[in-house]
């Protein structure tokens, strides 16, 4: 990476985001609008938020499955609110095999149709239930602002789609995949977020309740970053789904729907990362360990990579990701700059004193200099160091996090003051009871959205601070990506 | 399952498929035209595939990407072949966001032109070579008969796009992907593929050459069940995609493609599958063994369930991949036909003689009745026990499969017995100079198509049995999926 290339996050925080990614080979534009390349390094990244998950979803007793790309037309249209919220982003498919179709097909915007008229054919008895199934997929929104893995035309992402017999394990179900994400979230990416309900305004088109896990950037604006939907019985009244209950009714089955997508990976990038490009968090990082040797003359060479090779083997051992870089065409401060850009959380340096005394140097991504460093570890000990700094930076990288996060909300009783905390890109944290026009007010206003009331609210309630309604929750409100 | 409900396989051999993979709750009919749900049972079975081929990848230094679903119809017009070989199977999207596309884009049918696109600007010198990236990804090709997991409208697979600084680096990747493939489908699916190259008529559009896995299913027809191609620099040319090399020359990089795809599935259910249902070969089963605890008096319940839990506990923590059906709906016997419907390799039956005494009965899938049980294995080596009958009833199946292949390939040496040898769902393997027009011919007349020329064969040419040209090479000819 040449030296300036990137912007400072203070100076330019979108031009930031937006060279550090494409520096970093995460991504790269697509030929058609709003679509995005997701290189190796970024797509490796993408994997690791996978498995975190999909391992969740499996230690729930969800099981996954595949539904059509293409969904008939007519399908959207049965859930009234669903189809009104998802037909201006829709893109069509009305030709095929040389032929136009006789009704056109949507490229799936999300899959509660395709999948309730499934369930409505599964589902007979009491005992079919519940139906607890998630679907790795692409789906297609036709957005006109696009920015890569936050707001993209194609992005993937992971839906869950279950049905129960009650309202109760509906709603329990939803909370518990929301729990499932703030978990990932925090133990995998390192992310503070904070689990909360979504205001009516912002609701997923076709829920009753929608949850949210709301994580604040390294700008201070708010990343919706995981969804949880308790869909109640629309789309059950919607796809006539009904079972034979235990006590012979006919009733209609009760729905959620969950979702977390690459623009996690954009999350992650803008929660961590620094002047000198990404920071990794360590668990879900695709090289949690670089190794950079170095050598000067010839003779040096043979014996620093083969220390080289042995650090890499007991680190590799350990279940450790390592790679190391023996590029002979780069300078090792260039390597460092390189990949300090990646993020990669531990760089071993290893050179002919390191091979005389038989130990290494470590450095930590996160703190930059003479400060991160540690001389003389050990070649006996480089796994088990090792581990504990990946614990130890993910721990200082939540810290760090949380403390950014709690720095800047702010709690507001006007107005004014609620503005000021907007124009600083902060959140407010206030009492609201207000109307969803008033809601709508302020965002016109202030571009501040209702993050989120969070679960963990007071138990008493108060006075809303724009409406004077009484029994007002504490709600976030916030400037979002 | 009702009994009765599936054809045999020698009634009806295409009835019997597709009734055995719905009642065994694989897959169900999409809604638009050719496509398929994979359900939960079916897409298990897709996932290990997956996980198995992926490690494969990895260990072969490839890393995964991804790429968009929208290409630019203009993109595929790059290259001749291509665009003529795709254009009858593309959907268009002509219509996104509420407005009219200024050009229509393709849903992938294949990636080869967007990736190209891409490779066109990553590669500067011969340092960025080789460039070995693998996608996971869903497809589309509209076609005219389909038929889930063999033939669909869109299915899914995985795609490696790789470019070399040289031919024979090409030509080695072409043939050792095509070997990971064979490695795959022998030592995971139990199938023994034979490993050919395609004729010039059945080549990828696109390809110099097109190398193949080659597998007889249950009704002797064959399957191509994954493809390797030598894309010589045709892509290199149409996008322009040069690198320095170490001589200082601009040069062409050479490249190649392979993919396997949702197709294996079906492959797996027509190699191994008998008149009970499924026969899941066992490194790949979902399920690898299910418990069926059974009792009649309330009494006994309390104890077989509690041995029920100790063996699957102890199984699961051998890494065996287990369920127990405590279901109590239904009969022994009932879940009996229901587990063997699905395939499972191992059946573990759990009594109150067992717990009497501290033993259990195995049952292996592939040797129905009595023949296939073994009765009083102690609960101590359940999991040494179960993971030596997992291994046998793989060799079996494969030597099963090995076995009806190679009774089933003829040598012919004139017209009239190959179209015996044909009408009787056979393979004829031959020696073959003839054109493409004879080929063609062949086909016309008999409906048998060159499967492919082995790898493996004899040092010497011979004589072509339909042109009589002389330098012929061994190929197999049979009717085809």
Not at 259 to 270: H, Y
Not at 392 to 402: F, G, K, Q, V, W
């Amino acid at each position: 990476m040449a030296e300036g290339k990137i912007p400072s996050r203070s100076d330019d925080y979108s031009g930031w985001y937006l060279r550090t990614i494409q520096e970093a080979k995460m991504v790269d534009y697509g030929p058609v609008k709003g679509t995005m390349v997701i290189r190796p390094y970024g797509y490796a990244l993408w994997e690791n938020v996978q498995q975190a998950l999909d391992t969740r979803f499996k230690a729930t007793g969800h099981v996954n499955a595949y539904f059509p790309l293409f969904i008939p037309y007519s399908f959207l249209q049965k859930e009234a609110e669903h189809v009104e919220g998802f037909s201006p982003e829709l893109a069509l498919v009305t030709h095929a095999g040389g032929e136009e179709l006789a009704e056109p097909v949507v490229v799936r915007p999300t899959s509660e149709t395709i999948i309730n008229h499934y369930y409505s054919q599964w589902v007979q008895s009491w005992r079919d239930l519940p139906i607890l199934i998630n679907q790795w997929a692409n789906v297609v929104r036709w957005e006109l602002r696009t920015r890569p893995f936050l707001r993209t035309s194609e992005f993937l992402w992971q839906e869950g789609h279950t049905a129960h017999a009650a309202f109760e394990e509906a709603e329990e179900e939803t909370l518990k995949m929301l729990g499932v994400y703030a978990d990932f979230a925090v133990n995998e990416a390192a992310i503070p977020v904070i689990q909360g309900r979504k205001s009516e305004n912002e609701r997923f088109a076709g829920a009753d309740n929608t949850y949210t896990i709301e994580a604040m950037m390294g700008d201070g604006k708010g990343l919706q970053s995981g969804t949880s939907h308790n869909l109640g019985q629309n789309f059950a009244k919607a796809f006539d789904i009904q079972f034979l209950d235990q006590d012979n009714e006919r009733k209609y089955v009760w729905q959620t729907s969950w979702g977390l997508s690459t623009r996690m990976v954009g999350a992650i990038i803008m929660t961590h990362g620094d002047d000198n490009g990404l920071v990794m968090p360590p668990r879900l990082a695709p090289h949690q360990v670089v190794i950079v040797p170095i050598w000067r003359k010839e003779s040096e060479r043979e014996a620093v990579l083969a220390l080289t090779d042995e650090v890499e083997a007991k680190l590799r051992d350990a279940g450790i990701r390592v790679t190391s870089d023996r590029d002979d065409s780069h300078t090792a401060g260039w390597k460092f700059n390189e990949w300090e850009l990646k993020g990669v959380p531990i760089r071993i340096e290893i050179g002919p004193r390191d091979v005389a005394k038989n130990a290494v140097v470590f450095a930590r991504r996160d703190r930059p200099g003479r400060e991160g460093k540690e001389f003389g570890i050990a070649v006996d000990s480089v796994a088990a160091t090792a581990q504990q700094w990946l614990d130890d930076i993910h721990d200082s990288l939540l810290a760090r996090a949380t403390a950014f996060r709690d720095e800047n909300i702010i709690d507001v009783d006007d107005y004014e003051q609620f503005k000021a905390v907007i124009a600083n890109n902060q959140w407010a944290r206030v009492w609201w009871a207000g109307s969803n026009a008033q809601e709508q007010q302020i965002k016109e206003e202030t571009s501040a959205t209702l993050r989120c009331f969070p679960l963990d609210q007071p138990d008493e309630r108060g006075i809303c601070f724009f409406s004077g309604n009484p029994n007002a929750e504490i709600a976030l409100f916030g400037k979002g990506y």
